[in-house]
């Protein structure tokens, strides 16, 4: 019974150590939740089916990213999914920096198609750039004998499948009709930035080809306004456990614990039906033709700079409207008295975006890099070798909540308020006593 009680306590006091000591939280949640890392040790490790889920997220929101790109590719042909997903995602990998093997895999996409005169060019080119220990593992040899003589060693193309389906039932693809689909208040008239494949996005729910396929979107659209508001609400807790009495932390460390759990399965829950989303519609587009495709990315493109110059002509019509009238000296001095400078507390609220003791993950780079585009990102190291991320330097703590809002919906969703006295930091909750807000 005292083995059992002792195993108890160190458990509760590892949980609570995890959730509320704020940099060992930072740190290890952070790196728990690195989509990208685990990704790539599921591939690494040969568990290619695994990771392929991952990877077709990562390429929905980086779709120019190179390396994802690679990866993504490489998974589905080692999985034999010859597919005309991995063939444009090897084809948008290939630069420089890319490993040589997207040459290889590219050509095994052609070899599988019978389109044998462009898997021999890619396999020549992989042949060029490869070392000899390389090709002989990946029987390269044999692979362009294969080639030459036409002989198609691979599995059927899952597209060829399913063309051969739809030759015997064919199935008309189903037009999105308002009546058909039930569309959430607010999301109608939204922009949504909804990347279908490395060429195709939609801006508007009515760009949707299929009816499931808007479904499973509004699904995620909904799930996901649901995450931000626990996300939120465990932020709420952690900022109240700070504040809470001994004999109240244990029950609000409970409570967080409960929501870190719903908000790991709410995530899955978006990504699961943005996925769903996202191939239904990538099955239309695989099967369009190019000059369809090309008429469709121009409209998306004209969109866009339509959308960019209206956002200008608000943003001139803001700046003219707050533009300040000038009045002569004698007359301000006569229409405004004198009054004395307030003292200053000398604090500061900053949002903190992340705190690392190495360097951030890729991922995290990433997103900080598209922060960085409308936010300066200040940084210092603190006693503890931990170098912190911050935005913003506020006076008021009411503009400190407004700024927090902000960044959590530009991808932060962790982001917090931090409370600094003559550059020092010391707790929200003093900050906020010695300004009486």
């Known amino acids: 019974m005292c083995g059992n009680k002792t195993t108890f306590l160190k458990t509760t006091s590892f949980l609570l150590l995890f959730v509320l000591n704020p940099v060992f939280f930072g740190k290890t949640v952070q790196a728990q939740s690195d989509p990208e890392q685990l990704a790539k040790d599921l591939a690494e490790k040969g568990q290619y089916a695994e990771a392929i889920p991952y990877f077709e997220d990562l390429v929905h929101l980086y779709p120019a990213d190179k390396e994802l790109n690679y990866y993504l590719g490489m998974c589905l042909v080692e999985n034999e999914q010859f597919t005309q997903q991995a063939r444009t995602a090897l084809q948008t990998s290939l630069g420089k920096e890319t490993p040589d093997k997207s040459l290889y895999y590219l050509a095994q996409c052609f070899h599988s198609e019978n389109n044998f005169s462009e ?225 200053s507390t000398g604090i500061t609220y900053r949002i903190q975006i992340g705190a690392y003791s190495r360097t951030p993950p890729d991922w995290v780079q990433r997103l900080f890099k598209k922060l960085s585009v409308i936010r300066r990102i200040d940084q210092y190291t603190d006693d503890n070798g931990v170098t912190v991320y911050t935005v913003g330097e506020l006076k008021s703590y009411q503009d400190a909540l407004q700024m927090q809002s902000q960044v959590r919906t530009e991808g932060v969703s962790d982001a917090f308020i931090a409370a600094y006295k003559d550059g020092e930091r010391i707790p929200l909750k003093q900050a906020r006593q010695i300004t009486g807000e």
């Open 119 to 343: 898997a021999l060019n890619y396999y020549r080119q992989y042949d060029d750039e490869a070392r000899a220990r390389e090709k002989r593992r990946t029987k390269l040899d044999e692979l362009v004998g294969l080639c030459e003589r036409q002989i198609n060693p691979f599995p059927e193309p899952v597209v060829e499948i399913a063309e051969e389906k739809t030759k015997e039932e064919p199935e008309a693809v189903p037009e999105v009709q308002s009546e058909d689909v039930e569309i959430p208040a607010g999301l109608e008239d939204s922009l949504i930035q909804f990347q279908v494949n490395s060429r195709i996005k939609y801006l508007k729910i009515d760009q949707f080809k299929h009816a499931s396929a808007l479904q499973a979107f509004i699904r995620a659209w909904k799930a996901e306004q649901e995450l931000q508001g626990m996300v939120n609400e465990t932020s709420r807790l952690r900022e109240e456990y700070n504040d809470a009495f001994a004999t109240e932390k244990e029950d609000i460390a409970n409570a967080i614990l409960v929501l870190e759990r719903e908000t790991y399965a709410k995530s899955q829950e978006v990504s699961r039906n943005y996925t769903e989303a996202r191939r239904s519609e990538m099955d239309f587009w695989d099967q369009a033709d190019p000059a369809s495709i090309r008429a469709f990315v121009e409209e998306i493109r004209t969109m866009e700079d339509s959308i960019s110059q209206a956002r200008e002509l608000e943003r001139r019509k803001v700046l003219e409207a707050s533009r300040p009238i000038v009045l002569p000296d004698s007359l301000v001095e006569n229409l405004i008295p004198e009054e004395p400078v307030a003292a």
